[in-house]
Each structure stands twice: as structure tokens, then as C-alpha cells.
């Protein structure tokens, strides 16, 4: 079966440089999530989308922008990064969206970012 | 951790035996879901159990979810040293779908 696909898998970057993290849902999942865990931690909700809009924010911080495509992917993009911003960040998809009963997230393999 | 305790933070076990993971929870919730990861692997998806649902079982693993509590408990019998991994819950608080996830419980399964 498909799974979440994000790209790249893995970054690294300098200070203030900037970052597009990639996230294919599973097909016909309209709902998308984004994490970000840092080393020890537990994985922190950044934002969501819901057919294509907003539905929820998170912890992210201004710097961080993100948007869900007409063919659902979404991309994170990170600007002015910093070296706490070295983590994972995971991308979810799931189905039946803000209208349903909210289902399992299914969760990509993560795009390990480190910044120099 | 934003929405409550996992204990214990870590358990080292034999091949064979059972482990026992509890998880606490601050708010109302929709679901609430378990989820596995390897060393800074993906989260694998485990079980989801319905605010509604007591217990719900799945291969070796049994899940229980007591709401008076604000608690849930995952179970995993005859552990296998490939089950090394954390185990986080997550809730679903009727808020949008994000999950809020526990600190996680570090299992070591011993051979």
C-alpha cells in the first residue's frame, strides 16, 4: 500500500539559510500534518491543512510557512533557520478531513534536518 | 510534554515477557492512537481506541482506555527483542485532528 512520502530525507543547511521540506499523502487522503521532533523528544504539531486550507496552527514559528497544493502535497518552508531548528519534521495524511470523525494519521519517514 | 505522563520513561525486559506502557492524558479526547518508532526512525502506527472504547486488542498488543482516569495502557505480550523501539500515545482532542503526543516510553527488549 502507498505510504506518506516526504522528500528530502536528509538536510543540512547553515544559519539563516532556507529549507523546503516536501510531503506526499497517501492518495485520497485530504488532510495533512506536520511535526517537529527534536532529539529526545516527543513529535510537537506545527500546522495542518484540510483540502487545501489551513485548519489548524501549531507551535510554528514565524519564520515557518507552509501551504497544501492543488494535488494535495505539501510543502514546509523555513526561513532565517536556526541551529535549534535541527530535527526531524514528519508529515501525516489522513482522511474524512475537519467534516468526519477524525481518523489514524499515518505518518511519512521524516526529513532529518540538521543546521550548521 | 504537552499532554501528560508516559511511564514508565523506560523498560528493559527479557524476550518473553510482557510489557506494560501507561499513558496520561489532560484533556477530553476524540481517540486516542499508539504509535512506535524506531531510533530516529518514522512513526509506525500501532492502534487507535475510540474515547467510547474500553479495550481493543490487535495480534500482542491490548490496548485499554479508561476516560474517568484520563489514562490508557499499552500491552505487549510475549516481547520479542525486535519490539525495541519507543512507544508514544497520541490524543486526538477534537481540535482539528492534531495529535498530541506523550514523552514516550523507551522499550528494550533483551534476547
Known amino acids: 500500500a502507498a505510504g506518506v512520502i516526504q522528500s528530502p530525507r536528509h538536510l543540512i543547511k547553515e544559519k539563516r539559510e532556507t529549507a523546503t521540506l516536501k510531503c506526499y499523502p497517501i492518495?485520497?487522503?485530504?488532510?495533512v500534518y506536520w511535526y517537529q521532533q527534536g532529539p529526545g523528544q516527543d513529535p510537537q504539531f506545527l500546522i495542518s491543512?484540510?483540502?487545501?486550507?489551513?485548519?489548524d496552527k501549531g507551535s510554528i514559528p514565524d519564520r515557518f510557512s507552509a501551504q497544501q497544493f492543488s494535488d494535495y502535497h505539501s510543502e514546509l518552508n523555513m526561513s532565517s533557520l536556526e541551529l535549534g531548528d535541527s530535527a526531524l519534521y514528519f508529515c501525516?495524511?489522513?482522511?474524512?478531513?475537519?467534516?468526519?470523525?477524525?481518523?489514524?494519521?499515518?505518518f511519512g519517514p521524516g526529513t532529518r534536518l540538521l543546521v550548521l | 510534554s504537552q499532554q501528560g505522563e508516559e511511564d514508565p520513561q523506560a523498560l528493559s525486559i527479557q524476550e518473553g515477557e510482557n510489557a506494560t506502557m501507561n499513558c496520561s492524558y489532560k484533556?477530553?479526547?476524540?481517540?486516542l492512537q499508539w504509535y512506535r518508532q524506531n531510533s530516529g526512525r518514522g512513526l509506525v502506527h500501532l492502534i487507535l481506541?475510540?474515547?467510547?472504547?474500553r479495550e481493543k486488542h490487535s495480534g500482542r498488543l491490548r490496548v485499554t482506555l479508561d476516560t474517568s482516569k484520563k489514562s490508557s495502557s499499552l500491552l505487549i505480550t510475549a516481547s520479542r527483542a525486535a519490539d525495541t523501539a519507543s512507544y508514544f500515545c497520541?490524543?486526538?482532542?477534537?481540535?482539528?485532528?492534531?495529535?498530541?503526543f506523550g514523552q514516550g516510553t523507551e522499550l528494550s527488549v533483551k534476547p
Open positions: 501525516a495524511s489522513s482522511s474524512g478531513g475537519l467534516a468526519g470523525v477524525q481518523e489514524t494519521q499515518y
Open positions: 492518495p485520497r487522503h485530504d488532510t
Open positions: 491543512f484540510y483540502e487545501k486550507m489551513q485548519s
Open positions: 481506541i475510540r474515547s467510547n472504547e
Open positions: 484533556t477530553s479526547i476524540n481517540n
Open positions: 497520541a490524543t486526538d482532542n477534537n481540535q482539528g485532528g492534531k495529535l498530541i
